[in-house]
């Protein structure tokens, strides 16, 4: 499974982005995803995942509520939907995906990933 994150940028405070990952294979559909972020000098660490049916997901509390995690199995791509962004957002922002159908909320609990998509919030 390949995993291609796209759709980041520089974006004021209180402004919105979505970021989006592909993946590749048949098998992806089945796979639950996460969403991470890391900026330089930090750990990743977790944003937000949703099962391989799209039916449960989970968000880390800095982002509940602003962040929106979402799935079409039909085009391979899960969104991330980031709105009322602020400064400390800024990170480059990775897909994973978890061979499982049950999502986790840390990294070694997933199998591939894929390369980051910078978000950049400017204050």
């Known amino acids: 499974v390949q995993l291609q994150a796209s759709g980041g940028g520089l974006v004021q405070a209180g402004g919105s982005l979505r970021v989006s990952c592909v993946g590749s294979?048949?098998?992806?559909?089945?796979?639950?995803v996460g969403w991470f972020r890391q900026v330089p000098g930090k750990e990743r660490e977790f944003v937000a995942a949703i099962s391989w049916s799209g039916g449960s997901t989970d968000y880390a509390d800095s982002v509940k509520g602003r962040f929106t995690i979402s799935r079409d199995n039909t085009k391979k791509t899960v969104y991330l939907q980031l709105n009322r962004l602020k400064s400390e957002d800024t990170a480059v922002y990775y897909c994973?995906?978890?061979?499982?159908?049950?999502?986790?909320?840390?990294?070694?609990?997933?199998?591939?990933w894929g390369h980051g998509t910078q978000v950049t919030v400017s204050s």
């Open positions: 994973a995906a978890s061979k499982g159908p049950v999502y986790g909320l840390r990294n070694y609990e997933y199998d591939y």
């Open positions: 294979g048949r098998t992806f559909g089945t796979y639950a």
